[in-house]
């Protein structure tokens, strides 16, 4: 089971401190943290993608391609790549860029988007948010599988003739989650092709989520690709963290009391009983994330939301110091000790995922580009 | 389909009353309402099971569902219950010429599409009679947004109609309530019980939404 952070790149004030990043300060913070992450032996590292302040993250790729240089084992993906405003061409590009600089250490997850603005600002409509979900994506898994694409649809101009390049690393397409909170269609359209679903609980009660998986379950069974305990599944989650917990959470409550989602609504003792925020020992967090599996059946990846609400840089690597050293381990050898043997431990990485191309003799063993004009490869001008 | 334990006699009646008095006279008017409807169902030989719900009892969990998005605690039954209802009798004080905040927040928070189609009865509260028709240019309009199917009669009761006659002498509030009652119990008898729906059930199928894109 992978253990991972995901950020959604938020500028607050701190609440404790009245001090407020500028962007730049977030974007290395950011930088900062996901290296961090790597270092301390976390899984994943995902960032989300907004345009519109207070977040700074819009161009993931830019950031994620520095990551794959300056980190050494953790995944990079993303929570979420905007699937309804972003070209799909562009995306197509950008991510097997990003797998080829990244050596298949990567994979990303799709999501609409509920900022109301950035459809028309990117020239779409909200309300055709499931449409274009459904279009774009079914073109982007195109231009990564099929070499020359002609293609024509409703909300992008057609194509002839176009070659998305660079063409995916070793010939195999990276993995795909798509992200979704309320929408069973989105569930739906991730069974239909097999790719994994991540319910981000974070902000609503975990049965809701455990309905979204099982509904997403059974259709991944129904579309042949597994059993439904096969399906691979992600959630998100929020934990803050101290020996003592009632040092967690008397630094936390401001933070909470503050936040932009949820501030000044409900009181956090209320919040942590119905949603996965749990604020206190790291004994605490074990034993509630180690219940998870109970409601979603065993998973393959918890994501937990880590620097947001203006915490502090030094306060978020402590955090992420205290995850992956004194919770990680832990749940990961209970999930481990309780997984079924015919249930995936992980998300499939790109190994695994070119293994099962060659055994299914989609991808062949080496891929050697020839000049289209003279059939001639590279090396043969230097041999003749 | 019909719930477990129901049959095609049985009908549920949600009543949502928004007053905040205790005692307060929306609740006295909501269950003069109910039993109305009752005892017109029951004539019909139907047997209506009744869920009163105070909205003062859920305030806080209305508040928090606006700021966070999901419903806590009892107000998650209460939405359900609302949402599965065969009628629904809606019942508010007016403050300041309109329904009041409270009511407001909790049609807010349902689903857009939570009383489509379902039969409605209204009623509202107030100080004097000069408040009745925000009964039909607030309440009215309201749920015809919402696409319920609202009861000709809509009952609003001033202090005064608490009175011996009913302060109207010639329509005393007893006769209106019994009238509105009869109208809600002639759309619930029409309808079939409200058939228990899946969460997903009306999901399209990929094909379906490939289609469609």
Do not use: C
């Not at chain 1, 274009?132 to 070499?147: F, G, T, V």
């Not at chain 2, 009041?100 to 209204?122: E, M, N, Q």
């Amino acid at each position: 089971m992978q253990f991972g952070i995901f950020t959604v790149g938020d500028v607050t004030t701190d609440p404790t401190t009245g001090r407020t990043p500028d962007d730049t300060e977030r974007v290395r913070n950011m930088l900062t943290i996901a290296q961090h992450a790597d270092q301390a032996g976390l899984d994943v590292f995902a960032t989300g993608e907004h345009h519109n302040p207070p977040f700074v993250p819009s161009s993931p790729t830019t950031m994620l391609g520095y990551l794959a240089g300056t980190t050494k084992n953790i995944i990079l993906s993303t929570a979420t790549t905007l699937i309804t405003t972003n070209d799909p061409v562009r995306l197509a590009e950008e991510y097997a860029m990003l797998q080829v600089i990244s050596d298949g250490r990567m994979d990303l997850m799709m999501g609409r988007g509920n900022t109301g603005p950035v459809y028309p600002w990117f020239g779409q409509d909200i309300r055709q948010g499931i449409p274009l979900a459904i279009e774009n994506y079914a073109l982007l898994r195109r231009l990564w599988e099929e070499e020359v694409v002609d293609w024509q649809g409703k909300f992008r101009t057609p194509l002839q003739g176009f070659t998305s390049t660079p063409r995916p690393l070793d010939g195999v397409p990276p993995f795909v989650w798509h992200g979704s909170i309320r929408s069973p269609e989105i569930a739906e359209q991730a069974a239909f092709y097999g790719d994994g679903f991540l319910h981000n609980a974070i902000f609503w009660p975990l049965e809701h989520a455990a309905q979204m998986v099982k509904f997403y379950r059974e259709r991944y069974e129904h579309y042949g690709h597994g059993q439904a305990d096969q399906a691979i599944v992600g959630l998100g989650g929020q934990v803050f963290m101290k020996k003592n917990s009632q040092d967690a959470v008397k630094e936390f409550r401001p933070y909470f009391d503050n936040a932009p989602v949820y501030g000044h609504g409900p009181a956090m003792e209320d919040f942590m009983r119905d949603t996965p925020l749990t604020v206190g020992s790291p004994q605490q967090v074990i034993d509630r994330y180690g219940k998870f599996r109970d409601q979603v059946g065993h998973y393959q990846r918890q994501m937990f939301l880590m620097d947001h609400a203006g915490l502090p840089l030094k306060t978020v690597l402590e955090q992420i110091d205290i995850l992956a050293t004194e919770v990680v381990p832990v749940l990961r050898a209970e999930a481990e000790s309780a997984r079924p043997a015919h249930v995936p431990a992980n998300p499939p990485s790109h190994a695994d995922r070119v293994a099962a191309g060659l055994a299914a003799g989609t991808v062949h063993e080496q891929v050697v580009a020839q000049d289209t004009y003279t059939g001639l490869r590279a090396e043969d001008s230097l041999s003749s | 389909m019909l719930a477990k334990g129901t049959t095609m006699s049985d009908r549920s009646i949600v009543v949502i009353s928004a007053g905040l008095s205790q005692p307060s006279s929306t609740r006295l008017l909501a269950d003069r309402l109910a039993d109305a409807t009752v005892t017109e169902l029951a004539a019909r030989g139907i047997t209506a099971h009744v869920e009163t719900v105070e909205l003062r009892d859920v305030a806080h969990e209305i508040v928090n569902m606006t700021l966070s998005g999901f419903a806590s605690g009892a107000l998650k039954d209460v939405l359900e219950k609302v949402t599965a209802a065969d009628g629904v009798i809606a019942v508010t004080p007016i403050f300041s010429a309109s329904y009041s905040g409270l009511f407001k927040s909790f049609v807010d928070i349902l689903d857009k599409d939570a009383l489509v189609g379902r039969p409605v009865l209204v009623g509202a509260t107030g100080g004097t009679g000069r408040h009745s028709l925000a009964l039909e240019y607030a309440l009215r309009p309201l749920f015809a947004y919402l696409r319920a199917d609202v009861a000709g009669t809509a009952v609003f009761a001033a202090t005064d109609d608490w009175a011996d006659g009913g302060g109207d002498d010639v329509n005393p509030l007893p006769n209106r309530i019994r009238r509105a009652g009869r109208e809600l119990a002639e759309m619930v008898a029409d309808r079939e019980p409200s058939a228990p729906v899946g969460l997903y059930d009306a999901v399209p199928s990929f094909e379906q939404l490939l289609g469609g894109a």
